[in-house]
């Protein structure tokens, strides 16, 4: 349990990724049968946009904005007043995520398209550190990485199918 704790918290990204996957099974089970694929691609969608935008962003809204030496150090950065920046950032990128839990597919577009450029410019920046700095700090070159990469390629292919089936329907 005490590796346990400080591993999911480090790898928030994916512990809130699976804890959305988990929630969108236990909403499909709630559905009737047959579950139809727009059924399915909302659950995902929905609960893809409540934990891996707006809980993980709110997360790294706290980590930034009030522990930001400890975020700091976690990517292998020196404490700087942009930990707050980059704090509020992700507060609003998570309210929106939180807003598009329920909302129009105009408001999910918006959810995936404004977080996404902030993780793809992040996973850039992680980059450029692995390679100029020789930055392989956990916070940088590990989990957060890779899911700084996932989260809009996963957000970008549910928004795709939701429209999709929006357009059939």
Not at 5 to 31: C, H, M
Not at 58 to 70: D, L, P
């Given at each position: 349990?005490?590796?346990?704790?400080?591993?999911?918290?480090?790898?928030?990204?994916?512990?809130?990724?699976?804890?959305?996957?988990?929630?969108?099974?236990?909403?499909?089970?709630?559905?009737?049968?047959?579950?139809?694929?727009?059924?399915?691609?909302?659950?995902?969608?929905?609960?893809?946009?409540?934990?891996?935008?707006?809980?993980?962003?709110?997360?790294?809204?706290?980590?930034?904005?009030?522990?930001g030496e400890m975020?700091?150090?976690?990517?292998?950065?020196?404490?700087?007043?942009?930990?707050?920046?980059?704090?509020?950032?992700?507060?609003?990128?998570?309210?929106?995520?939180f807003l598009a839990?329920?909302?129009?597919?105009?408001?999910?577009?918006?959810?995936?398209?404004?977080?996404?450029?902030?993780?793809?410019?992040?996973?850039?920046?992680?980059?450029?550190?692995?390679?100029?700095?020789?930055?392989?700090?956990?916070?940088?070159?590990?989990?957060?990485?890779?899911?700084?990469?996932?989260?809009?390629?996963?957000?970008?292919?549910?928004?795709?199918?939701?429209?999709?089936?929006?357009?059939?329907?």
């Amino acid at each position: 349990m005490n590796t346990l704790i400080p591993l999911v918290l480090e790898n928030f990204t994916l512990s809130f990724l699976i804890l959305g996957l988990l929630a969108s099974g236990i909403s499909l089970l709630r559905k009737p049968r047959p579950r139809s694929a727009a059924v399915i691609v909302e659950a995902l969608f929905s609960y893809f946009l409540l934990y891996s935008i707006g809980f993980s962003l709110f997360y790294n809204f706290i980590m930034h904005s009030f522990f930001g030496e400890m975020a700091a150090r976690f990517i292998g950065w020196e404490q700087s007043p942009f930990q707050f920046e980059v704090g509020t950032a992700s507060l609003g990128y998570a309210v929106v995520g939180f807003l598009a839990f329920r909302g129009s597919l105009g408001m999910r577009a918006a959810a995936v398209i404004g977080p996404s450029m902030f993780l793809l410019g992040a996973a850039g920046g992680h980059i450029y550190q692995m390679v100029s700095a020789h930055n392989f700090a956990p916070g940088n070159a590990g989990i957060i990485f890779y899911t700084d990469l996932l989260i809009p390629i996963l957000g970008f292919l549910l928004l795709g199918l939701q429209y999709r089936f929006a357009r059939r329907g």
